[in-house]
T-cell receptor
Framework: AQSVTQLGSHVSVSEGALVLLRCNYSSSVPPYLFWYVQYPNQGLQLLLKYTSAATLVKGINGFEAEFKKSETSFHLTKPSAHMSDAAEYFCAVSERNYGQNFVFGPGTRLSVLP | ETGVTQTPRHLVMGMTNKKSLKCEQHLGHNAMYWYKQSAKKPLELMFV???????ENNSVPSRFSPECPNSSHLFLHLHTLQPEDSALYLC??????????????FGPGTRLTVT
């Protein structure tokens, strides 16, 4: 069975600083990986996904993530944080042939300080 | 309407009430999901429907009863709930989940409070 861990339940960065949110996964087969963002009182919105094409995936709002098989990681980055990036971020994994088994990590709350 | 919509957005109910949550997707997807999001806990998958058939039921108590009358609509019927069932209930949809790789699109959620 697959699983996801996200290091750091809360991350704070200054406006303009690099954003790095960590995600490690466990999967018995090559995974599909996703990052979602959730703003207060809203549902989850897809930021980007990895489906075995390029290992560096670009998403919306200037975010990108790199799939590293050797490290079983899929960390999310953004070069320069903006106040509007403050939200909860979730990493998720699903397995080929069992796409309904979508497993989410516990989430990381990002705060952006002025 | 576009995307995934959920009604009501907020619901307060007593433990003896019966209520239903509604979800509708306008994306032409053939799979729909119910998730429970509680404070301090990971997102919990409750039910999965693919082509209107239930394919996943993650040991959810029987006081939660899903219904999927067609590929665009999903309901969650609630009865005799407990205070610990208070949470944000999220609906999602996707294309063919069996092959994987398809992102899920989420509705805004229903904030449920059980008193």
């Amino acid at each position: 069975a697959q699983s996801v861990t996200q290091l750091g339940s809360h991350v704070s960065v200054s406006e303009g600083a690099l954003v790095l949110l960590r995600c490690n996964y466990s999967s018995s087969v090559p995974p599909y990986l996703f990052w979602y963002v959730q703003y207060p009182n809203q549902g989850l919105q897809l930021l980007l996904k990895y489906t075995s094409a390029a290992t560096l995936v670009k998403g919306i709002n200037g975010f990108e993530a790199e799939f590293k098989k050797s490290e079983t990681s899929f960390h999310l980055t953004k070069p320069s944080a903006h106040m509007s990036d403050a939200a909860e971020y979730f990493c998720a994994v699903s397995e080929r042939n069992y796409g309904q088994n979508f497993v989410f990590g516990p989430g990381t709350r990002l705060s952006v300080l002025p | 309407e576009t995307g995934v919509t959920q009604t009501p957005r907020h619901l307060v109910m007593g433990m003896t009430n019966k209520k239903s949550l509604k979800c509708e997707q306008h994306l032409g997807h053939n799979a729909m999901y119910w998730y429970k999001q509680s404070a301090k806990k990971p997102l919990e998958l409750m039910f999965v429907y693919s082509l209107e058939e239930r394919v996943e039921n993650n040991s959810v108590p029987s006081r939660f009863s899903p219904e999927c009358p067609n590929s665009s609509h999903l309901f969650l019927h609630l009865h005799t709930l407990q205070p610990e069932d208070s949470a944000l209930y999220l609906c999602a949809s996707s294309q063919d989940p069996a092959s994987g790789g398809h992102e899920q699109y989420f509705g805004p959620g229903t904030r449920l409070t059980v008193t």
